[in-house]
T-cell receptor, first 114, second 115 residues
């Protein structure tokens, strides 16, 4: 069965610092990968997704993620964070030829201080 | 506006009582999902439905029940058999199977507290 691990549970950064949030999944077959963001008091929103093609995926608000198949990873990055990036970030994986389910990681809480 | 509506947003329940959380979508999506969100545990799938009158158990279905009598509605009942029902419940939907042209959209959630 597929699973997702997010090792950073809580990250604290100052504005303008660079961000990288780790995401590893455990499934050897074809996967679709997602990052969702949950801003305080708001519902989950899709940040970016990878299905195929260029392993470097660009999303909204300057975020990007790189799919490294050999490492089973899909880390989220942003070169310079802003206070408004304070949120909880969830990585998710779907194995389209195995199940329709979207499995989420435990989430990473990001706090950005001015 | 198109979207997913969950109600109520906040709900208190006494131990031993069943409670039903409503989820309605007007996106014409075939697939609907219920997740439970707990601090430090992320989102865990309770039940999902790919088509009307059909649904499957997710990873933590025990103590929950669902129905899918209409395409736009996917209510979740939290029964008294659920040992730790206090949580934030998220409903979601997608056009069909998650794929390149599709993604999952979430409602704003329902907070359930058992007192």
């Amino acid at each position: 069965a597929q699973s997702v691990s997010q090792h950073n549970h809580h990250v604290i950064l100052s504005e303008a610092a660079s961000l990288e949030l780790g995401c590893n999944y455990s499934y050897g077959g074809t996967v679709n990968l997602f990052w969702y963001v949950q801003y305080p008091g708001q519902h989950l929103q899709l940040l970016l997704k990878y299905f195929s093609g260029d392993p470097l995926v660009k999303g909204i608000k300057g975020f990007e993620a790189e799919f490294i198949k050999s490492k089973f990873s899909f880390n989220l990055r942003k070169p310079s964070v802003q206070w408004s990036d304070t949120a909880e970030y969830f990585c998710a994986v779907n194995a389209p030829y195995n199940t329709d389910k979207l499995i989420f990681g435990t989430g990473t809480r990001l706090q950005v201080f001015p | 506006d198109g979207g997913i509506t969950q109600s109520p947003k906040y709900l208190f329940r006494k131990e031993g009582q069943n409670v039903t959380l409503s989820c309605e979508q007007n996106l014409n999506h075939d697939a609907m999902y219920w997740y439970r969100q707990d601090p430090g545990q992320g989102l865990r799938l309770i039940y999902y439905s790919q088509i009307v009158n059909d649904f499957q158990k997710g990873d933590i279905a025990e103590g929950y029940s669902v129905s899918r009598e209409k395409k736009e509605s996917f209510p979740l009942t939290v029964t008294s058999a659920q040992k730790n029902p206090t949580a934030f419940y998220l409903c979601a939907s997608s056009i069909g199977q998650v794929g390149p042209r599709d993604t999952i959209y979430f409602g704003e959630g329902s907070w359930l507290t058992v007192v």
